[in-house]
């Protein structure tokens, strides 16, 4: 079955660039929506936006400005960076299969620290 | 941007009881809207697509109604492994989170 893996630097300075990327294995990335959520400690879900395998990508308005969101197809590989980030960036981030806006399989979440 | 705004935002419950959870649109969403369960540690797991559509291998005890503004989240009889985080999603226009209903034993 599709598993997905979050990975990446858990910590990031202020003002600095996060950057994430979620490999997918038992299956193939091909024609799905792939969608990156956060959370922070204690608090609800946030959608940050999706890419498809194309290219094509939707965003949180909230997060538009910073984020930029990547997919590399012949690594089953999708990437999520967020700019001049701050202490409220600071959140579990979960990349997550997007069909058609059912969020399935998820991947287990990983924690990225802004601090310096 | 859509709103979506879940009550209650917490709940008591025993095991054996009924319980309802809703989620009220800011605009209509047709049946675009589904329904996850966070455990603490863990990623969300769907439950609910379409509205009232339970995903593969979810209770049957899990139902979910609504169409347009109002949905609503029903468990039939809570079983112990149901004391978790439900969250509402709306994918009409984009995706919105609702804020969320921690349901703790009572």
């Known amino acids: 079955q599709v598993q997905l893996q979050e990975s990446g630097p858990g910590l990031v300075k202020p003002s600095e660039t996060l950057s994430l990327t979620c490999t997918v294995s038992?299956?193939?990335?091909?024609?799905?929506?792939w969608s990156w959520i956060r959370q922070p400690a204690g608090k609800g879900l946030e959608w940050i936006g999706r890419i498809y395998t194309s290219g094509s990508t939707n965003y949180n308005p909230s997060l538009k400005s910073r984020v930029t969101m990547s997919v590399d197809t012949s690594k089953n590989q999708f990437s999520l960076k967020l700019s001049s980030v701050t202490a409220a960036d600071t959140a579990v981030y979960y990349c997550?299969?997007?069909?058609?806006?059912?969020?399935?399989?998820w991947g287990q979440g990983t924690l990225v620290t802004v601090s310096s | 941007a859509i709103q979506m705004t879940q009550s209650p935002s917490s709940l008591s419950a025993s095991v054996g009881d009924r319980v309802t959870i809703t989620c009220r649109a800011s605009q209509g969403i047709r049946n675009d809207l589904g329904w996850y369960q966070q455990k603490p540690g863990k990623a969300p797991k769907l439950l609910i697509y379409?509205?009232?559509s339970l995903q593969s291998g979810v209770p049957s005890r899990f139902s979910g109604s609504g169409s347009g503004t109002d949905f609503t989240l029903t468990i039939s009889s809570l079983q112990p492994e149901d004391f978790a985080t439900y969250y509402c999603l709306q994918d009409y226009n984009l995706i919105t989170f609702g804020g969320g209903t921690k349901v703790e034993i009572k």
């Open positions: 379409a509205a009232s």
């Open positions: 997550a299969r997007d069909h058609d806006g059912d969020l399935g399989p």
């Open positions: 038992g299956g193939s990335i091909s024609s799905y929506y």
